[in-house]
T-cell receptor, first 116, second 113 residues
Framework: KAGVTQTPRYLIKTRGQQVTLSCSPI?????VSWYQQTPGQGLQFLFE???????NKGNFPGRFSGRQFSNSRSEMNVSTLELGDSALYLC???????????????FGEGSWLTVV | QKEVEQNSGPLSVPEGAIASLNCTYS??????FFWYRQYSGKSPELIMS????GDKEDGRFTAQLNKASQYVSLLIRDSQPSDSATYLC?????????????FGKGTLLTVNP
């Protein structure tokens, strides 16, 4: 069973550019959530999609956006990149949209973004 | 602001010892608690989940939850050098079918051979 796949794994962007990251969840999983991880702030929740609908959103500016397609694949976009956006971006998938007993979220390997 | 707090460490224990990792949370209505292990340069992997007060054991790992004290811990018995990693405590926010996990900043554990 394939895991959560994120692309690209590594990328370097210039301040002011935009970036799109992609996530393919585990087959059959309908929930995809995105997290940003930095040494200073740790893992921070960005947003969660379930059946193409954004159901929850963290405290990030509007430059961070996402979407989910009918096949559950998800993309997140960051516009007008800032140096502080340099981070590991993690995608996680789960079968259900809620973390009930026995429901587990699985993380992808992440996309390392460096903004210069 | 819902917070999850952990000692950043590093926590250093000798091989074979018990490693004790602690976590406190501020949202009293939180119901689901998770421990993730993250090796350097890798993504987090779930090692334990706990939903009710008391202890839950899985192999060398024991999670302990005390909702009254808003405290959750992870004990690793017979620690091995391969257990050296950052351990992240995560708490599910309340809110029906919507969810998000709030993570602590992690405790770095080093197991010395």
């Amino acid at each position: 069973k394939a895991g959560v796949t994120q692309t690209p794994r590594y990328l370097i962007k210039t301040r002011g550019q935009q970036v799109t990251l992609s996530c393919s969840p585990i087959s059959g999983h309908r929930s995809v959530s995105w997290y940003q991880q930095t040494p200073g702030q740790g893992l921070q929740f960005l947003f969660e999609y379930f059946s193409e609908t954004q159901r929850n959103k963290g405290n990030f500016p509007g430059r961070f956006s996402g979407r989910q397609f009918s096949n559950s694949r998800s993309e997140m976009n960051v516009s007008t990149l800032e140096l502080g956006d340099s981070a590991l971006y993690l995608c996680a998938s789960s079968f259900f949209g809620s973390l009930s007993s026995g429901n587990t979220i699985y993380f992808g390997e992440g996309s390392w973004l460096t903004v210069v | 602001q819902k917070e999850v707090e952990q000692n950043s460490g590093p926590l250093s224990v000798p091989e074979g010892a018990i490693a004790s990792l602690n976590c406190t949370y501020s949202d009293r209505v939180s119901q689901s608690f998770f421990w993730y292990r993250q090796y350097s340069g890798k993504s987090p992997e779930l090692i334990m989940s706990i939903y009710s007060n008391g202890d839950k054991e899985d192999g060398r790992f024991t999670a302990q939850l005390n909702k009254a004290s808003q405290y959750v811990s992870l004990l690793i018995r017979d620690s091995q050098p391969s257990d050296s990693a950052t351990y992240l405590c995560a708490v599910k926010s309340s809110g029906g079918s919507n969810y998000k996990l709030t993570f602590g900043k992690g405790t770095l554990l080093t197991v010395n051979p």
